[in-house]
């Protein structure tokens, strides 16, 4: 049986094919589609969600306005709003290989000042899968119970 080799650029276009930040990591880690506002003086983000993120919190059901309610709370209904997008974007998938099987929201968006992001707005795989190492870990802990 051959393996399959997983793009991680191929799924982010699968996964939000509209909105420019999503991303995903080999390891499936993913982001939703939120963005936060970033500080005017550092360019760093903040806890404030965008006016897009707040409609889309709002069209579910949720009244959050910042990241640390999403995540502090795991709102119910932001994350059964991505489990369904995640499910969605599964039931298209070409093959087992394909689907999204863990993921998490993070407390802080990606950025150069986080080291996440390169200076042209690349990001930064391997930054991230150290940086975010102990969720990724927590993926396998759980799969394996």
């Known amino acids: 049986r051959w393996g399959h080799s997983l793009v991680p650029l191929d799924l982010e276009l699968t996964v939000t094919p509209h909105h420019d930040t999503s991303s995903v990591t080999s ?5 939703s589609a939120f963005q936060c ?11 404030h969600l965008a006016e897009q993120a707040v409609e889309f919190c709002q069209r579910v059901g949720s009244t959050a306005t910042t990241v640390s309610e999403i995540v502090g709370t795991k ?3 932001v994350y059964r709003a991505i489990e369904e997008g995640i499910q969605r974007v ?3 998938a070409m093959a087992q290989p394909y689907h999204i099987q863990k993921w998490a929201v993070l407390e802080r968006d990606f950025s150069v000042s986080g080291g996440e992001l390169g200076p042209t707005m690349k990001l930064k795989r391997f930054t991230v899968l150290e940086k975010y190492k102990a969720i990724i ?3 396998s802990r759980e799969h394996s119970k």
């Open 137 to 139: 870990d927590s993926f």
């Open 37 to 47: 506002v970033l500080d005017p003086d550092t360019s760093d983000p903040t806890d």
């Open 75 to 77: 709102d119910e209904a």
């Open 90 to 92: 599964n039931r298209n």
């Open 27 to 31: 390891s499936a880690l993913t982001r």
